[in-house]
């Protein structure tokens, strides 16, 4: 769980990171809107990302012991469901 834990929170930093870099972009006098945009993007995707892992951990850690999974496929399957 712990690496988990680390995994989230340094994606939570990159996120940050991408958070950071937009608004100084903004704020410029002339801010570059496609550089801008496209590290929007970045984030956005980013943070799906980060939605999709905490939900598996917490799956992980609170309901599903991975020994116990008999259908690999279909537990990927329900975690995708899930995360959509």
Do not use: N
Not at 28 to 37: F, H, M, R
Not at 67 to 75: N, R
């Amino acid at each position: 769980m712990e690496l988990e834990r680390k995994k989230i929170i340094d994606h939570i930093s990159r996120l940050e990171g991408q958070l950071a870099s937009i608004k100084e972009e903004v704020s410029q006098s002339e801010p570059d809107c496609l550089k801008a945009s496209k590290t929007l993007l970045s984030a956005s995707r980013s943070f799906a990302g980060l939605r999709e892992q905490f939900v598996e951990t917490f799956l992980m850690a609170h309901f599903i012991q991975k020994k116990q999974i008999k259908d690999e496929a279909l537990f990927t399957q329900l975690l995708t469901l899930i995360k959509g």
